[in-house]
């Protein structure tokens, strides 16, 4: 906990996002750094158990 507060108060200067059709998003570095890693985890969990679930119907379709 201690140095993910360090790396926040470390981190405070705004950054920009610039997005297609000349949008932005001006936030602090450690707010973008978070929501891409929410962003990740958001898609990425799904998707991983999605391929799971194939995986285990594949295995139990070839033992029958």
């Known amino acids: 906990f201690f140095v993910l507060l360090v790396f ?8 920009a996002v610039h ?11 450690v707010l973008v750094l978070l929501s891409v890693f929410a962003l990740g ?16 119907l594949t ?3 070839i033992d029958s």
């Open 8 to 15: 926040a108060l470390n981190n405070r200067e705004d950054v």
């Open 19 to 29: 997005f297609f059709w000349g949008w932005q998003w001006q936030a602090p570095l």
């Open 41 to 56: 985890v958001g898609f990425g969990v799904p998707v991983g158990a999605k391929i799971m679930a194939m995986q285990n």
């Open 59 to 61: 295995k139990y379709e």
